[in-house]
């Protein structure tokens, strides 16, 4: 379910690092237990729109989209993430300094096809699409560039070591734990 996993990098790695790195991994699950029929199934990589925007409940934990773009994931154990606001920042990898581009404006989703979901122009002053895709075992997020954005050197950045970053604010979640584990 909840795996984090922290990164070695190389001496050359750390020179372009701005910190110690972490990779989160949420995993969602092949399988589910469907209550109604006693069994385990197959999970779906599927959306279904409602009235709250677009879930997916085919899977060992249930994910929802909202019509602001947010996400909620619920695990089994009654333990929720929420993601609300999207950001666009230019990240510079030597330094770690971050220039906001754009916060993501909510939009109304659609379905690109059945596991992928699409909210058009969130950003100013350049078009994108915020993109979600699921898949079986998890969830991407990405943006789809339709127009070049501003050069990073209007914002003070050297573009030969300038980063675009889509990140997500943790509405609300659980407390951060310390775990150590012999790998």
């Known amino acids: 379910p909840w795996t984090p996993w922290e990164t070695d990098l190389s001496a050359e790695e750390q020179a372009l690092a701005p910190a110690h790195q972490e990779i989160l991994q949420l995993e969602t699950g092949l399988h589910y237990w469907d209550e109604d029929q006693g069994a385990w199934l197959e999970s779906q990589a599927a959306f279904v729109a ?6 997916a409940n085919q ?6 989209v909202d019509a602001a773009m947010g996400l909620l994931v619920e695990t089994e154990a009654g333990i929720s993430v929420s993601i609300g606001e999207w950001a666009l920042d230019y990240v510079d990898t030597v ?5 906001i581009l754009a916060i993501l404006r909510p939009q109304e989703g659609t379905l690109e096809s059945p596991s992928t979901l699409v909210f058009e122009d969130v950003i ?7 993109v979600v895709e699921l ?18 050197e209007l ?5 030969e070591r300038t980063l675009l970053a889509l990140r997500g604010k943790v509405a609300s979640g659980p407390s951060p734990e310390r775990n150590a584990r012999v790998l």
Not at 59 to 64: A, F, N, Q, V
Not at 155 to 159: F, N
């Open 50 to 55: 409602d009235e709250l925007g677009f879930k």
């Open 95 to 99: 330094s770690g300094s971050r220039e």
């Open 135 to 152: 898949q079986k075992g998890g969830l991407t997020w990405w943006l789809r560039l339709r127009e070049r954005p501003p050069d990073p």
């Open 155 to 159: 914002y003070g950045l050297d573009p």
């Open 59 to 64: 899977r060992t934990y249930p994910i929802r």
């Open 124 to 130: 100013d002053p350049f078009a994108a699409d915020l």
